[in-house]
């Protein structure tokens, strides 16, 4: 049998030849797929000799699933050829849009959750699910701005699009954390009220400040190390749950290998603490 | 509000001027709204960066940034493929007033694309010179060779693009004052990295026509007449060395 996926990073070309050779045990990594979608070439042999030693999860960032429409057709057949020849542990997206009318905004946007959202996301991950003959897992975004005309909160669409997708759920506590300080509302409440028994991974990820408006508008940087108030809810979240694979997220500001390595160790002893038979799902 | 409404004033919101919607101000006066906008604007520039490093080396982090946003409004990504995104950077810089003190920058900017065309394109087997020695002079001129779908390869008429390029890519910077005439490069991906090699103009000849599908015969004779002292043993040395050819289909 496979080892138990635990703790993971995200794989940085900077330190390739170190990932390759880390044995640390329960580890795997993530990379976006959108870099490694290429014909050909030393991309593709990078992530495969990777893959030829390590678990490898893909975590798309541009397939716009809340776009009012369809995604990319062929967008969507090379991530499934990716997907055939990587083998991944694990597929995710976001709960959010970022191609609109022929234009790619490399962010990830935010928008009302309405019934009609609600419809066309969920099309929109079958679609996706079928395409690449595996389910997906969807991650909650981070928020900056208060929006009218919400019907659903946001717990609960995510929980709809799992019963009627089949879809698993990413759940960024960095970003729950972000969004509840900028937002106002109180990030205990949000994760008792998510859906943990459809979580297939947990991303983990710093933050700062504002530059202008300081502490009251937190952006999700992911560059710098876990902040104690994001490990305490994930200290929460985990011990209900039992162990789901984690990962760090550090795209900026990137330390040296054996500083990543020491945050990633903190997750896969929280993990490996964790009982999953103490624990069950809510 | 329909979800499309939504987004075609959010984006427009992101990109433009200031909206008029009531909605739409409701977001734009909120802090956070600028988030949004300066990510959007920051991944189109910081991807630029990544794919025109070379260029960013000759002009600074400020300038290529500056010059940077000015194209990412003209030509924004239309995909989320980043890696390759900057397609039209090299025009645009010919046509960049700011950049008239700097002619070579384009022709720079152009090779620095060659990488990342290079780096990203297909696999596939090269010919080698085991291959030429089976071939008889009979079969050899009637026969055709197209370029490895990695090859890229450019000539510059009045700057040392390639020159300028090489050493700023090998950390040389060199002092010396370079030779001020035109010249040509090679990028190929022979094992699995990209690597480079000057090329002269009969060599950019010659691949040109192989990329026509012209035989080696006709492809010769482009090179001879691109430039008539060429060495055309040495050239197709150098091609084959580089794993620049691959057989016809």
């Given at each position: 049998m496979a080892p138990a996926l635990t703790a993971g990073l995200g794989l940085k070309p900077l330190h390739f030849d170190e990932a390759l050779r880390c044995t640390a045990p329960g580890l795997w990594w993530e990379v976006h797929p959108e870099?490694?979608?290429?014909?050909?070439?030393?991309?593709?042999?990078?992530?495969?000799a990777i893959r030829a030693r390590h678990p490898v999860a893909l975590h798309g960032v541009s397939l716009s699933l809340a776009a009012d429409a369809p995604p990319d057709t062929a967008h969507l057949a090379r991530?499934?050829?990716?997907?055939?020849?990587?083998?991944?542990?694990?597929?995710?997206?976001?709960?959010?849009?970022?191609?609109?009318?022929?234009?790619?905004?490399?962010?990830?946007?935010?928008?009302?959750?309405?019934?009609?959202?609600?419809?066309?996301?969920?099309?929109?991950?079958?679609?996706?699910?079928?395409?690449?003959?595996?389910?997906?897992?969807?991650?909650?975004?981070?928020?900056?701005?208060?929006?009218?005309?919400?019907?659903?909160?946001e717990t609960d669409f995510l929980a709809e699009l799992?019963?009627?997708?089949?879809?698993?759920?990413?759940?960024?506590?960095?970003?729950?954390?972000?969004?509840?300080?900028?937002?106002?509302?109180?990030?205990?409440?949000?994760?008792?009220?998510?859906?943990?028994?459809?979580?297939?991974?947990?991303?983990?990820?710093?933050?700062?400040?504002?530059?202008?408006?300081?502490?009251?508008?937190?952006i999700d940087s992911h560059d710098a190390p876990v902040a104690p108030a994001v490990?305490?809810?994930?200290?929460?979240?985990?011990?209900?749950?039992?162990?789901?694979?984690?990962?760090?997220?550090?795209?900026?500001?990137?330390?040296?290998?054996?500083?990543?390595?020491?945050?990633?160790?903190?997750?896969?002893?929280?993990?490996?603490a964790v009982q999953p038979e103490d624990a069950p799902c809510s | 509000m329909q979800l499309s409404t939504f987004q075609d004033g959010f984006c427009a919101a992101l990109l433009g001027p200031a909206a008029d919607a009531q909605w739409l101000l409701a977001l734009e006066s909120q802090p956070g709204f600028?988030?949004?906008?300066?990510?959007?604007?920051?991944?189109?520039?910081?991807?630029?960066?990544?794919?025109?490093?070379?260029?960013?080396?000759?002009?600074?982090?400020?300038?290529?940034?500056?010059?940077?946003?000015?194209?990412?409004?003209?030509?924004?990504?239309?995909?989320?493929?980043?890696?390759?995104?900057?397609?039209?950077?090299?025009?645009?810089?010919?046509?960049?007033?700011?950049?008239?003190?700097?002619?070579?920058?384009?022709?720079?900017?152009?090779?620095?694309?060659?990488?990342?065309?290079?780096?990203?394109?297909?696999?596939?087997?090269?010919?080698d010179r085991q291959w030429l020695a089976q071939q008889t002079p009979d079969t050899l001129y009637q026969a055709s060779l197209q370029p490895h779908p990695a090859a890229r390869w450019a000539w510059c008429d009045e700057h040392p693009a390639y020159a300028l390029w090489q050493s700023h890519r090998e950390g040389l910077h060199p002092n010396e004052a370079l030779e001020w005439t035109g010249d040509g490069a090679l990028l190929t991906r022979p094992h699995a990295e990209v690597v480079w090699h000057p090329l002269s103009r009969a060599g950019t000849a010659f691949l040109d026509a192989c990329a026509k599908g012209h035989t080696l015969e006709a492809a010769a004779t482009s090179a001879l007449n691109a430039e008539p002292t060429a060495d055309f043993a040495a050239l197709i040395s150098t091609l084959l060395d580089a794993g620049a050819l691959i057989p016809t289909d």
């Open positions: 870099n490694y979608l290429a014909a050909g070439g030393p991309r593709l042999a990078w992530l495969e991530l499934a050829a990716l997907a055939r020849r990587v083998e991944p542990a694990i597929m995710s997206e976001h709960l959010a849009w970022s191609t609109w009318r022929g234009q790619y905004l490399p962010d990830l946007l935010p928008f009302p959750r309405t019934q009609a959202a609600l419809q066309r996301i969920a099309d929109n991950i079958a679609r996706t699910q079928d395409v690449l003959q595996r389910p997906i897992a969807i991650e909650n975004p981070t928020h900056y701005l208060h929006i009218d005309g919400h019907d659903w909160l799992v019963r009627r997708t089949g879809c698993a759920l990413l759940l960024d506590v960095n970003n729950v954390y972000i969004s509840a300080n900028n937002l106002g509302f109180d990030a205990q409440a949000y994760l008792e009220a998510f859906p943990l028994h459809a979580v297939a991974e947990i991303h983990l990820a710093g933050h700062h400040a504002d530059p202008v408006h300081g502490d009251a508008l937190l490990w305490a809810l994930y200290a929460q979240v985990i011990a209900r749950t039992g162990p789901v694979p984690t990962l760090i997220e550090r795209d900026d500001n990137l330390p040296v290998f054996s500083e990543l390595l020491t945050e990633r160790d903190q997750a896969h002893s929280a993990l490996t | 600028a988030v949004y906008r300066n990510t959007v604007v920051k991944g189109c520039i910081d991807a630029l960066q990544a794919n025109y490093p070379t260029v960013g080396q000759l002009v600074g982090d400020d300038w290529f940034r500056a010059a940077a946003a000015v194209f990412a409004r003209a030509q924004p990504p239309r995909k989320g493929l980043l890696v390759s995104y900057g397609e039209g950077f090299a025009d645009f810089l010919a046509g960049f007033a700011p950049a008239a003190e700097l002619p070579y920058l384009s022709a720079v900017a152009c090779l620095d694309r060659c990488w990342t065309e290079c780096h990203l394109a297909a696999d596939a087997t090269a010919v």
